[in-house]
């Protein structure tokens, strides 16, 4: 009964969608796993680093809950969490990607960047399904955003597609 739940485990880490719409592999690497077969769910704990295509996700843990049809249905990402996409960048505390709904929610000292241009707040969740970015603010702070207008290069608004954010910013909120 075991060896049907870890290969069940790796069935659905390997053949179920996580970040988008066509079937490829991913691949999640953590110090742990634990597969919860009743409660429909897996959870990585240490150094987590989750790759689908040119998608990476990295945090402390990370919690991937199935449906009764063992497709994923949402993933909770918490602490150092840190998303790479195609000239995207973001940092926050938490993380929540809701499958069905293709909502990504970032809580916590959010901050996301896109080649030169920048936002932050409190949260940011984007609805891709109709290309909607809304900024939340904590209580005692503003959003903030750098816009450059005059970039136009495709797939990225500031033609530095795979360029992360300099080091130093990087130190200074604490990512790894």
Known sequence: MRNRGVFVLFFILFSVLVFADEKFPVNIEADSVKYFGKEQYSL???????????TKVYSDSMKVVFDSKKE??????SGNV???????YS???EAELKMKENILVL????KVWQGENYLEGE??????????????????????VIFYPDNKTEGSLSGNKDKEPKKDIQKKNGSK
């Open 91 to 93: 940092l926050s505390k």
């Open 82 to 88: 840190k998303m790479v996409k195609e000239g995207m």
């Open 123 to 144: 949260e940011v969740i984007v609805y891709n399904n109709d290309n909607r970015v809304v900024v939340n603010r904590a209580e005692n702070k503003r959003v903030k």
């Open 107 to 110: 809580k916590g000292d959010a």
């Open 72 to 77: 994923v249905e949402f993933i909770y990402c």
């Open 44 to 54: 990585f704990t240490g150094n987590v680093k989750a790759t689908y295509k040119d």
